[in-house]
């Protein structure tokens, strides 16, 4: 199964708008995709109440999961919107 590691880049980490941009744009992939903290238990990442339930803050490391033929790219779609600060729409450390 294809997965991304990536490190949340939003200044509020998954919370408010940047889980509610996240959720919905995983929600528009054309294949399920999975998220964990660390070595947590992974949720659906279009679930919104599973996305918070993550606690993800800032800086935090999390996988994405897919399977399917369109997995590689939502992965990287979906690791692509998590290393931009959501909060402004800016690359990480800008």
Same mark, same amino acid.
């Given at each position: @199964?294809?997965?991304?590691? /990536?490190?949340?880049?939003? %200044? ?20 399920? /995709? ?7 238990? %992974?949720?659906?990442?279009?679930? @919104? ?6 606690? $993800? ?13 369109? $997995? ?23």
């Amino acid at each position: @199964m294809p997965e991304r590691k /990536v490190t949340v880049a939003a %200044s509020s980490g998954l919370h408010a708008r940047p889980a509610k941009l996240f959720v919905q744009a995983a929600a528009k992939q054309g294949t399920p /995709v999975r998220i964990r903290v660390g070595e947590g238990k %992974s949720v659906p990442a279009n679930s @919104m109440l599973g996305v918070l339930s993550l606690g $993800a803050t800032h800086g935090a490391e999390v996988t994405l999961e897919a399977d399917g033929p369109e $997995a590689d790219a939502a992965l990287d779609a979906l690791a692509a919107l998590l290393a931009i600060d959501l909060d402004t729409n800016e690359p990480a450390g800008a």
